[in-house]
């Protein structure tokens, strides 16, 4: 058993309104930064968990995606799994 | 002027208690996922923005996670600034 981390990023799909991208952007207009011309918000996830290899942590990390953390109707994820606490 | 997308994770500082962390990692020990170590919870924003240069795109991404985006008192960012849009 070894200790591997777990790099979740969640994030709206295309097509899916993302209304605190556009708050923030909203924001940001209003501040300056004109030539800004999207922001899309989402989440970040690490995770550290014991497995027997990486394929066993990437295998567990998309479990606790599909059980948890990422509703797969509206959100997308990519997951990056690397050795070390 | 080109189209740069800037890919910013931001997570709470080493030390600082990440509640929403405890409270996934809680919820998923509940659910049977004992091998999970920890969790921890952030942020992740994905900007479009036009500028002369790369390093101009990097520099007014700095310059927006310092006015709107980061708590530097308790957070820490990664920035990732790519061509295209």
């Given at each position: 058993?070894?200790?591997?981390?777990?790099?979740?990023?969640?994030?709206?799909?295309?097509?899916?309104?993302?209304?605190?991208?556009?708050?923030?952007?909203?924001?940001?207009?209003?501040?300056?930064?004109?030539?800004?011309?999207?922001?899309?918000?989402?989440?970040?996830?690490?995770?550290?968990?014991?497995?027997?290899?990486?394929?066993?942590?990437?295998?567990?990390?998309?479990?606790?995606?599909?059980?948890?953390?990422?509703?797969?109707?509206i959100e997308e994820?990519?997951?990056?799994v690397v050795t070390?606490?």
């Amino acid at each position: 058993m070894a200790v591997y981390r777990a790099f979740v990023t969640i994030t709206l799909k295309k097509g899916v309104l993302d209304s605190q991208g556009k708050a923030v952007a909203s924001s940001l207009h209003d501040m300056g930064y004109g030539k800004l011309e999207e922001v899309r918000v989402g989440r970040y996830v690490e995770l550290a968990l014991e497995a027997a290899s990486h394929d066993e942590a990437l295998t567990m990390t998309e479990s606790i995606c599909d059980d948890l953390l990422v509703n797969d109707l509206i959100e997308e994820r990519r997951i990056e799994v690397v050795t070390g606490p």
